[in-house]
């Protein structure tokens, strides 16, 4: 059971670039939302989907878009990098309601110079 | 407001010595989930405990045991008889609407447990 699967693991961009953040979740979870964390300020929401179809602002949601065309899929997307933006970023997936537990993917770690 | 306030920064013990970690929330909504996450320092996110808001009922699992407080809206985290392997940073999370899809995590606490 894979789980919820974020690809890359580390990635180095400049300022300026673009990037696609995956995540794919194989437990046909409806919820799926992306974080980023950075040292101490704990894990800020970035976006979130409740559905395919369907996708929200978090709390920090500028520089970023997603899209949510499958059940399985919520890539995050960095259209001009900035420094700002070095951050770890998870993704998470829910079946929501009373099973609301958050399954984390295992960490993208980017570095923008 | 919604918002979740870990206090301590870093905590360090000497092993076998128990713990507490604070954790102190605000919201307006009636039914909200709380939770704990650790963080090792491999860098996953594990899951430790969810709480209904309307159940108060204390919780032990093993070592670790949670007091959740809706007077004081608290939702604290105690480990009993520390180990090494406790180290990790320590997230407690609001689930305000009970959706699963806008959790707000607190900032952390980094436990360090000394042999």
Redesign the interface.
């Known amino acids: 059971n894979a789980g919820v699967t974020q690809t890359p693991k580390f990635q180095v961009l400049k300022t300026g670039q673009s990037m696609t953040l995956q995540c794919a979740q194989d437990m046909n979870h409806e919820y799926m939302s992306w974080y980023r964390q950075d040292p101490g300020m704990g894990l800020r929401l970035i976006h979130y989907s409740v559905g395919a179809g369907i996708t929200d602002q978090g709390e920090v949601p500028n520089g970023y878009n997603v899209s949510r065309s499958t059940t399985e899929d919520f890539p995050l997307r960095l259209l001009s990098a900035a420094p700002s933006q070095t951050s770890v970023y998870f993704c998470a997936s829910s079946l929501g309601g009373d099973t609301g537990e958050l399954f984390f993917g295992e960490g993208s770690r980017l570095t923008v110079l | 407001a919604q918002k ?1 306030t ?1 206090a301590q ?1 870093e905590i360090s013990v000497v092993e076998k010595e128990d713990v507490t970690l604070d954790c102190v929330y605000e919201t307006r909504d009636t039914t909200y ?1 709380l ?1 704990w996450y650790k963080q090792p320092p491999s ?3 594990v ?1 430790l405990i ?1 709480r ?1 808001s309307f159940d108060e009922q204390n919780e032990i699992s093993g070592r670790y045991s949670w007091n959740f407080q809706k007077s004081t809206s608290s939702f604290n985290f105690t480990i009993t008889a520390s180990q090494v392997v406790d180290s990790a940073v320590y ?1 407690c ?1 609001l ?1 305000p609407y ?11 606490t980094r436990l360090s447990i000394r042999p």
Request: aromatic share 20%.
């Open positions: 979740v870990q920064t989930y939770f860098g996953e996110l899951f969810r209904n997230f999370a689930d009970s959706s699963a899809s806008k959790i707000i995590f607190g900032s952390g």
